[in-house]
């Protein structure tokens, strides 16, 4: 159960992520951004690489000695913050990391989305941890939900079958 829970909370926090960085140095050569102006596409795989080459070094320090605004992952290792919003919610709701940040300042609270989803990650957990413990006869041992069960992929969770 505490695994579940654990991996859950794990999956749900991504979302939750606001990363910004509290200490990120000032490097000789400021990295390019994975974008030139707000038109051109966003590359999640270069701005990820990016966010990698922040962090290296601190990736085992927990996320909010390294990332500013952490609201729900609070514990989790640095290093696990990104893979755990890359996984867990990009591909979860098929968006990329812009559809809750603004990249140029990952800890902005301009995105609804950002909150939105720490909400639906409260709701997820209190499913996981309250309501699924209390249903007689499921087949599985501990049941969990979690993004994709409603969301499929789409921003819009499924709410019929066609």
């Known amino acids: 159960m505490y695994r579940t829970a654990l991996y859950f909370g794990l999956i749900a926090a991504t979302c939750l992520f606001a990363a910004g960085f ?89 995105k609804p989305a950002k909150q939105i989803t720490r909400e639906m990650a409260a709701m997820a957990k209190t499913i996981n941890s309250e309501l699924l413990a209390k249903i007689q006869n499921l087949e599985s041992a501990s049941p969990v939900v979690n993004c994709t069960t409603c969301h499929r992929g789409q921003v819009k969770p499924a709410t019929s079958l066609d």
């Open 22 to 110: 509290s200490d990120p140095g000032t490097p000789a050569e400021a990295p390019s951004l994975p974008f030139t102006t707000a038109q051109d596409t966003f590359d999640q795989s270069k701005a990820l690489a990016l966010l990698r080459e922040e962090i290296k070094g601190k990736e085992k320090l927990p996320a909010e000695t390294v990332f500013k605004n952490i609201q729900t992952l609070k514990g989790v290792p640095a290093g696990r913050i990104l893979a755990i919003m890359e996984m867990g919610y990009s591909r979860s709701l098929g968006v990329t990391c812009t559809h809750c940040h603004n990249p140029e300042a990952w800890d902005s609270e301009e």
